[in-house]
C-alpha cells in the first residue's frame, strides 16, 4: 500500500491526529499535512535528465544487438561479452547499465515488429451457410479382415462469426 494511502487510512478512517501519524510513519507533521491538503494520489519525485555514461556508446551498442539478433542463439555473443568490448572500447560503466540498455532495446524491437509490416487485421465475417468448419479425423481399423486407415468426417467444431447485413 502507499504511503499517501496509509497517512490518508491513518488520518480519515481511524481518526488519528497528525502528530500520532507522524510518529507511526516516520515523517514530518508538515509533511503529512502537505500530502493531505494536496489532494495527490502519490507523492511524485521529479528525477533529473542525467546523461549516462553509455550514451556515447549507445550506437555502438544497438548495432551489436541487431547484427547479434540476427544470428542463432549458439552463435551469439552475450552480454557480458558485449560489455568487455565496450570496456576495451573505454566505456567506465557498468554491466548493469548495457543489461538495462539491452533489455530496453529488446522491449521496443519487439514492440516495433508487433506493429509495422503485419498489415492490418481485418476479422473474417460471412454471411450464413457461407463457410462452416469441420473436424476430419484418421483412425485405422480392420475393415474387411486387413488393418486399414478410415478417415470419417466429425461435427463441426467452430463456426465462423456470421456478418449481420
Avoid: C
Wanted: aromatic share 10%; hydrophobic share 40%.
Amino acid at each position: 500500500m502507499g504511503l499517501l494511502n496509509v497517512i490518508r487510512k491513518l488520518r480519515l478512517r481511524e481518526k488519528l491526529p497528525i502528530r500520532e501519524i507522524a510518529r507511526r510513519t516516520g515523517l514530518s507533521r508538515n509533511t503529512i499535512k502537505k500530502y493531505l491538503n494536496s489532494g495527490a494520489i502519490e507523492p511524485s519525485f521529479a528525477t533529473p535528465d542525467r546523461p549516462s555514461k553509455l550514451d556515447p556508446f549507445a550506437e555502438k551498442l544497438a548495432g551489436w544487438l541487431k547484427t547479434e539478433a540476427g544470428k542463432s542463439r549458439k552463435q551469439r555473443r552475450t552480454l557480458k561479452q558485449m560489455h568487455a568490448d565496450l570496456v576495451a572500447l573505454g566505456f567506465t560503466g557498468s554491466y548493469g547499465r548495457v543489461a538495462a540498455f539491452a533489455r530496453d532495446w529488446r522491449i521496443n524491437r519487439q514492440r516495433e515488429q508487433q506493429t509495422t509490416g503485419r498489415g492490418t487485421f481485418v476479422p473474417l465475417a460471412f454471411q450464413p451457410g457461407e463457410a462452416f468448419q469441420f473436424d476430419w479425423s484418421e483412425d485405422y481399423g480392420f475393415l474387411g479382415g486387413a488393418y486399414q486407415a478410415v478417415a470419417q468426417p466429425g461435427l463441426p467444431v467452430a463456426r465462423l462469426p456470421v456478418a449481420n447485413p
